[in-house]
């Protein structure tokens, strides 16, 4: 009975209201501003000519080119190609961030760009790149922070002295010789506003940068993340990555200001900064802690806080003028050591910045690389040069020092070959010293060249390693 | 003794490479290209005449205008205010969505820009704008994506028959109701390029729609959520939601493609990619969730999968002709129903989408909203009369409709109040038919004024019909 009711009502309600609909768009008819009516009679006329499956294509062709349909179709494809490509290289016993790097490239003007431009300016069209990079920047400051999360600063105090004198061997030798071969290639290939201090700096900090992320992931696949094969070289690169960002922050800090007393102003002020995020901000986020794992009701805003100090800490460190990553990076380091409580963060932000964001960055540095312009005999000559530079100092740096503090050789050359992984971390410096003008194109495609030649050679160069100096026990448990 | 050793080598190693990185740098003075070493001579005189600290503070006020430290730094404005106002309104007993809204419309030109001018313009520097819209509306998307997985398909199926006829009563009579009052406002609020169609479809649209998010926050606030009374609501605010957002595509698709017969292409084309997500995507999905919840070592790419399945859905849904947002939220609807599944998906998502970026969603409405253009008499009248259609409307239909199926007065008036809360969904609508062309700025103005006030009124009212016809026993357990 009371459904009979509902029915009626509903069939009432919907059909008298459909009437009423239709009556007032009859008269709305009326109602059209003259202009309008014009408009719309020339438009008429147009569709009697064109069919309305050809307005339809019309309309069609203006949807696809919009800019939010532009955005999700790169994001489409930079996703998806990332994906293929780190699978493959999974499936070669390579980690996955060198394909989606190799994606990267391929979908930029070395390879899409030099063979079907049409399809590249339909991809990326200029307009569109500024979101992308925005978008990639966000995703890095979103990665470095939880870079900063992962290292953990204890098991580095443990192994403090070996870890520092291994990892600082590591960054100073290298460095020494980038600046050396700066001062050969400087006068040819450095853009001609770069002033050698700052090119040479660039040269160096390049040669000198680990991939912490990177060698996590390989210690995780070959199984080696326990022994202490894999601690130390963890530790190492742990100390080696805050004492890199520490003096590439230095370095911009430098560039930026030019040569001139002002640079003192700006590492005055960084210090300060990183002295209160350690002395203030850190006590403070203890407590957040406390209070995230007691209080249910008041999660959502600790989480809120925890963004907010993040973003901060990137915007000072942008402002004062060393990078918005060093920021970020900071801003991870100091958070609470509970590993539970720094897991609960990184899976909030872990995906959307590791699967969304982060392959934009590969592909933007891809689009930034042109490796159409090595194409002479010279440069690869350089490219020779740059390569064997950054194996011999980083490889040959750490191998040594690793020996000196005592490493059997079977470890230390492990130590040395691991460290030699430059991947990601080397491309965000790359490109902050392209977007600071420091480095030319073909500098800049050598040495993204010179990233994916060291990162991709670490596995192999390991396994031969360990098929050379088989392990002996007495490593093994330690 | 080895720790002598190695003493001696890191101070050898260090300090010599600190002397041939000196030594480098003073030869490598000599290799300047002419150009910089006339510019730097310059800038040394120039130095000379200002003081390093005022070249420090050039290159800080340099700093500060990258677009990337204003994106920041208006990325932290925002979200500290709209927590604030959020924490304040809800000291208030009011949901904190309604003071995110209002620290919008008071970051924008309605407060700020009204009397501080200049802070506004350093703030919101119209060339950053783009950006920030971009980061909304991929913050947009997320949430829809949210919103559909929310919406528990198998609760709406048990009450199918009562939802549906509350909630469609309650979209088609206020929906009628708002084409009608387009018809007296249309010739003199309307853009001059509006047809009376899309303006009255569109008034219609905004009348019509409820807010699913602040409707389960507010019951959930009010310890209702378990009642039959909650459990209705929901459900009903469930069936709505599906229906309008299915007739805001077919009237953004009739909008785009004028009043030509492509219309029936988009629409066909809208029915079929439903169709596919149920029929193809959905299945395939419970095969993923399978997978998820087996095989550890996959986990990573299912995410991925998901990812892309949410972009390349509102990336589809776009280039058809009806929203972005549509196609997210169909994504989220389509999600496997397991609510393990689905709360491990919304975990990874929901802070980033609700607390990073549906702020700058709020903000970006705000700086649209000019309330100072409701400065004359006549625009308020509009706005009563607006504000009279939507509460009557809503609220009146879906009381009838919920005492036809027959509930109680006290449930059908408490439902036909909750329903009328229109707050973040209709802003939503808003910025589309804004963005479209559609509403002029007097008109927007008055409907984000409306949904503020049928949002605001929502606790209060129910209060205050709790307080008027008190509880009985038989509802609380049922």
Excluded at 212 to 237: M, Y
Aim: charged letters at 15%; aromatic letters at 12%; proline letters at 3%.
């Amino acid at each position: 009975m009371k459904k009979k009711w509902s029915t009626l009502f509903y069939v009432l309600t919907l059909g008298g209201s459909v009437a009423v609909i239709y009556w007032i768009i009859k008269q709305g008819r009326a109602l059209q501003s003259p202009l309008l009516t014009a408009k719309e009679v020339q438009s008429e006329g147009e569709s009697a000519a064109r069919s309305s499956f050809g307005e339809f294509a019309g309309s069609f062709s203006h949807n696809i080119t919009e800019p939010i349909a532009v955005l999700l179709m790169q994001i489409i494809i930079i996703i998806f190609f990332a994906r293929v490509f780190g699978y493959f290289f999974k499936k070669i016993n390579q980690p996955a961030v060198i394909g989606e790097i190799f994606a990267g490239i391929i979908l930029g003007p070395s390879v899409l760009g030099a063979y079907f431009p049409g399809v590249a300016d339909f991809l990326f069209p200029v307009a569109s790149l500024g979101t992308l990079n925005f978008l990639s920047q966000i995703g890095l400051i979103l990665f470095m922070f939880i870079i900063g999360m992962e290292l953990d600063l204890k098991s580095v105090g443990k192994q403090a002295y070996d870890a520092v004198v291994i990892s600082h061997a590591g960054i100073i030798i290298p460095f020494t010789l980038g600046m050396g071969l700066a001062y050969f290639i400087y006068k040819d290939y450095a853009p001609a506003t770069t002033s050698f201090l700052s090119f040479a700096l660039f040269m160096g900090i390049a040669m000198g940068i680990t991939a912490f992320p990177v060698l996590a992931r390989i210690l995780q696949e070959k199984n080696l993340i326990r022994t202490k094969l894999g601690v130390t070289a963890l530790t190492c690169a742990a100390a080696d990555d805050i004492t890199a960002w520490c003096v590439l922050a230095a370095v911009i800090a430098l560039v930026k200001s030019g040569s001139s007393l002002s640079i003192f102003f700006t590492i005055g002020l960084a210090v300060i900064y990183v002295l209160i995020m350690l002395k203030v901000v850190r006590p403070a986020l203890l407590r957040l802690e406390y209070l995230y794992n007691h209080r249910e009701k008041v999660r959502n805003a600790i989480i809120a806080i925890l963004f907010m100090m993040l973003i901060c800490s990137a915007y000072i460190a942008s402002v004062i003028g060393i990078n918005t990553l060093f920021g970020a990076f900071i801003a991870g380091i100091i958070m609470p050591p509970n590993l539970n409580f720094r897991e609960i963060i990184t899976d909030k932000i872990e995906d959307v910045s590791i699967i969304l964001l982060l392959p934009l960055f590969f592909v933007i540095t891809g689009l930034k690389t042109q490796m159409g312009l090595l194409n002479e005999g010279h440069l690869w000559v350089i490219f020779g040069w740059m390569l064997l530079v950054a194996i011999i100092g980083k490889f040959g740096g750490i191998t040594i020092a690793a020996k000196v503090v005592g490493q059997s050789w079977r470890d230390s050359l492990s130590i040395g070959v691991l460290m030699n992984t430059r991947g990601l971390m080397q491309l965000i410096v790359l490109n902050i010293g392209y977007d600071l003008g420091i480095l030319s194109p073909e500098i800049f495609a050598m040495m993204v060249l010179m990233a994916l030649v060291t990162t991709f050679m670490t596995v192999p160069a390991l396994d031969l390693i360990h098929w050379l100096i088989p392990e002996k026990a007495s490593n093994r448990d330690s």
